[in-house]
């Protein structure tokens, strides 16, 4: 089983709500990450989670926060969020020790839209 | 310089066509390396994790120089199905977690 499962796909929402965008792996692996992509740009690195632990936040703005319940689950919360934010949100996990490849897995995305 | 460059594109080919996507990357510390394909509002996929020894599985051939910080993809016979964004991706290098820094991305269009 290859599948890291986000709920939910689409999301509308607007500027003065919160709201949490889920992820979800059961392939045992130990880093999990959130990309945000634009349009006809490639996926950009917002938050890097080992072990459980946040090990790299790419100067993310404070209306997004990353959590991770546990080695399973990754979840985003997103409050006071801006118009130039709408994108698709993608969350991927992978092995997280040295010397393995390191391939990722990606979920299918959540598209948001902040109105 | 940035990290992952890649060819611009687009790239139209008529099926059967032989194309090849080449990309370079700046950190030498660099350790992991992969195409991805993106297909128009899907998720990226894992296309093929890029060896040193080089690698081939079915059409595509995937080829690393690490002395020149260079990697290749190499389709052969395209069909209509290649059809899709085609992206070079680097693990950021050092310590026990990867990231993952992706290239702009190389647009192909296979036409009959």
């Known amino acids: 089983d290859t599948e890291v499962t986000q709920t939910p796909k689409h999301l509308v929402m607007g500027m003065t709500n919160k709201k949490s965008l889920k992820c979800e792996q059961h392939?045992?692996?130990?880093?999990m990450y959130w990309y945000k992509q634009k349009a006809k740009k490639p996926p950009e690195l917002m938050f890097v989670?080992?072990?459980?632990?946040?090990?790299i936040n790419e100067s993310v703005p404070s209306r997004f926060s990353p959590e991770c319940p546990n080695s399973s689950l990754l979840n985003l919360h997103l409050h006071a969020l801006q118009p130039e934010d709408s994108a698709l949100y993608l969350c991927?996990?992978?092995?997280?020790?040295?010397?393995?490849?390191?391939?990722?897995?990606f979920g299918q995305g959540t598209r948001l839209t902040v109105v | 310089r940035k990290e992952v460059e890649q060819d611009p594109g687009p790239f139209n080919v008529p099926e059967g066509a032989t194309v090849a996507f080449n990309c370079t990357y700046s950190?030498?510390?660099?350790?992991?390396f992969f195409w991805y394909r993106q297909d128009c509002r899907k998720e990226p996929k894992l296309l093929m994790s890029?060896?040193?020894s080089g690698n081939e599985d079915g059409r595509f051939t995937a080829q690393l120089n690490r002395a020149s910080q260079y990697i290749s993809l190499l389709i052969r016979d395209s069909k209509l199905s290649d059809s899709a964004t085609y992206l070079c991706?680097?693990?950021?290098?050092?310590?026990?977690?990867?990231?993952?820094?992706f290239g702009k991305g190389t647009k192909l269009s296979v036409k009959p």
């Open positions: 392939m045992g692996h130990r880093a």
């Open positions: 950190n030498s510390a660099s350790q992991s």
């Open positions: 989670y080992s072990y459980e632990k946040l090990s």
């Open positions: 991706v680097v693990n950021r290098g050092g310590g026990s977690q990867g990231n993952l820094i």
């Open positions: 890029v060896y040193s």
């Open positions: 991927a996990s992978s092995q997280a020790y040295a010397g393995e490849m390191l391939r990722a897995f």
